[in-house]
T-cell receptor, first 110, second 114 residues
């Protein structure tokens, strides 16, 4: 079945630095979504990418969908303590359920 | 609009018992999905209901079941509880194909099996 892998599993970042988390699917996706879950909270939708090679920005967050629509990345610049949490990607293949990656847990060192 | 609500928020059960969790989606949303979240396994898809019909199902044993009512509220049931069923159970609603497919999650029900 469809599998979605995320790396790294954990990311320790110094405040002010940049980092990138990656998401890879075993199958071609019709779209990919990103969610953020704060500690003790529930996942909250951030963005959806649909087109091959699509790039979207939300302030310091940049999301990219690969040309083959099998991978995606999330890049955060100038990390802040408010960025703490777990970031999940979720891929949907045509006709299939949404499959979540294992998440990247981000810890920020002040 | 009110968000997705789940009841109860916390539950403690013993092995062998059964449990029923409830989820009320955002008004107007007809799709409800259930996920199990554990520290080691991440978010695992259980099932999705749309207009009272199960549309998709994950790889969980038959002890896990669900249903959806005509008002779109959904329940999931776990019978013969095992220690490994301890987890945060999240439900999420979305508006279906015409309303976009982003998932709106509820706060979850934390189930502890002793």
């Amino acid at each position: 079945g469809q599998q979605v892998m995320q790396i790294p599993q954990y990311q320790h970042v110094q405040e002010g630095e940049d980092f990138t988390t990656y998401c890879n699917s075993s199958t071609t996706l019709s779209n990919i979504q990103w969610y953020k879950q704060r500690p003790g909270g529930h996942p909250v939708f951030l963005i959806q990418l649909v087109k091959s090679g699509e790039v979207k920005k939300q302030k310091r967050l940049t999301f990219q969908f690969g040309e083959a629509k099998k991978n995606s990345s999330l890049h955060i610049t100038a990390t802040q303590t408010t960025d703490v949490g777990t970031y999940f990607c979720a891929g949907e293949a045509a006709g299939n359920k949404l499959t979540f990656g294992g998440g990247t847990r981000v810890l920020v060192k002040p | 609009k009110a968000g997705v609500t789940q009841t109860p928020r916390y539950l403690i059960k013993t092995r062998g018992q059964q449990v029923t969790l409830s989820c009320s989606p955002i008004s107007g949303h007809r799709s409800v999905s259930w996920y199990q979240q554990t520290p080691g396994q991440g978010l695992q898809f259980l099932f999705e209901y749309f207009s009272e019909t199960q549309r998709n199902k994950g790889n969980f044993p038959g002890r896990f079941s669900g249903r959806q009512f005509s008002n779109s509220r959904s329940e999931m049931n776990v019978s013969t509880l095992e220690l490994g069923d301890s987890a945060l159970y999240l439900c999420a609603s979305n508006g279906g194909r015409t309303g976009g497919n982003e998932q709106f999650f509820g706060p979850g029900t934390r189930l502890t099996v002793l």
